[in-house]
């Protein structure tokens, strides 16, 4: 089958989509059918039958997923991939062969035994929180499988009232900013429309990129933080299960670092594992060459492929994600060069004489490597409705920059 064969193949298969003015409204009982049928796979164990029952309703759902709406762009994309992202973690647990994961509680004051609540508990009640626990957690916290670099966590240890007034105070701090940001879009869009200057248009793309960054930035962080005060004051959760989504902007010296250690850990696991799988089926070692960078190309490919179906879901075209996606694993193979090169270009003594240089450059890096990419993912989501539909206090942000930015305009 040629190229031209596959992809007339696949408009085809989409073509059976309504546009977007038709869809229906989203079933309720989508997202709850999804959680039960893993929570009853983890639940009776790994096995074939259940992983096969598993993948075909959620695969069904993800499938006949396009046809709904739930009537908000920001719900509608970003609760999408959901589908997705539990298969993929449900297939990544079913590979354990131990018995699955296993809560062992909070590291400080391990749990008595050495940890309980695999799917081997003795009590039915007991294996169903354990298999609720396991469905809930993107991160592993408080379980043996925990992701890397998850951000120290100075509040574990807080009352439970206290951590929830912390967290109530960090929700109004991060919508304050993403509306201050939303605005600054509104502004720069309205004068955007009658700038001729290519030097000014530029940077009004500029400022929006970056106001989309700290939109996305705050808006993961306020979701995270009302799911801290609200899971810890119900009781549903102790403080220490809530350590910080990000972690420091300080540690953000190189593209690589921002993945890695200073953007959200969400979905590191479900997005890493059928790379690690593919390594291991092409008989590559663990930190070659080979296997480091199939790993990293294949997790920015299926994060890709996973945001350009939620753009599709809101739009049905594609908004910057490729682009954005993309270059990200090609931006940091060439850094990786470039500090392989400088790593045997300068001795010992020099590199730690320059040390701050270096670090420094690689900020300015970053920066530039994000000032580029951004810009087309947020010019995309800023024109579907993403960035600035959020709720009324972004409808209203928004609508109040391009009053200002249009009575700016007749001033001027």
Not at 97 to 106: A, E, L
Not at 194 to 201: E, I, M, P, Q
Not at 267 to 288: D, H, N, S, V, Y
Not at 400 to 411: A, C, D, E, F, S
Request: one cysteine or more; glycine letters at 10%; proline letters at 7%.
């Amino acid at each position: 089958m040629g190229i031209s064969e596959f992809n007339s193949r696949v408009m085809e298969l989409f073509s059976h989509y309504p546009p977007v003015s038709e869809r229906l409204p989203l079933p309720p009982q989508q997202i709850p059918i999804a959680y039960a049928v893993v929570i009853l796979a983890y639940f009776f164990g790994p096995g074939f039958f259940q992983t096969q029952i598993t993948s075909y309703v959620l695969m069904i759902i993800a499938f006949y997923r396009p046809f709904f709406t739930s009537g908000d762009v920001v719900t509608d994309y970003t609760m999408s991939s959901m589908f997705f992202v539990l298969w993929i973690m449900h297939v990544y647990h079913a590979g354990n062969k131990d018995g699955g994961p296993r809560y062992i509680g909070n590291p400080e004051k391990p749990l008595p035994g050495g940890g309980v609540g695999d799917r081997d508990s003795p009590t039915y009640l007991q294996k169903l929180k354990w298999a609720v626990r396991l469905t809930a957690t993107p991160r592993g916290i408080g379980w043996d499988w925990q992701v890397k670099n998850v951000p120290p966590h100075p509040g574990a240890n807080l009352p439970p009232l206290q951590f929830v007034w912390g967290q109530v105070v960090e929700v109004v701090w991060r919508t304050a900013l993403k509306a201050v940001a939303v605005y600054v879009i509104g502004v720069c869009k309205a004068v955007q429309l009658s700038t001729t200057s290519l030097v000014a248009d530029w940077l009004l793309d500029t400022t929006v990129a970056w106001c989309g960054a700290v939109w996305s930035w705050n808006t993961i962080g306020a979701s995270n933080a009302a799911g801290a005060a609200i899971t810890v004051m119900l009781g549903i959760c102790e403080p220490w299960e809530w350590p910080p989504v990000f972690g420091s902007l300080g540690d953000a010296w190189s593209v690589r670092q921002v993945w890695s250690t200073s953007y959200h850990q969400l979905m590191r696991k479900p997005f890493q594992f059928p790379g690690l799988r593919l390594a291991r089926f092409l008989c590559l070692k663990k930190g070659t060459f080979g296997s480091r960078y199939l790993q990293l190309y294949s997790t920015f490919y299926i994060s890709c492929c996973i945001h350009r179906y939620q753009s599709y879901i809101v739009s049905r075209h594609e908004n910057g994600e490729f682009a954005f996606f993309m270059l990200q694993p090609v931006i940091i193979s060439v850094e990786d060069f470039l500090r392989w090169v400088w790593r045997k270009s300068v001795s010992p003594k020099q590199k730690e004489d320059l040390a701050r240089f270096e670090v420094l450059i690689g900020y300015f890096w970053t920066i530039a490597a994000f000032t580029f990419t951004l810009r087309y993912v947020i010019k995309g989501w800023v024109g579907i409705g993403l960035i600035g539909g959020g709720g009324p206090d972004e409808k209203a942000a928004l609508q109040l920059g391009l009053q200002h930015g249009t009575m700016y305009l007749q001033g001027w």
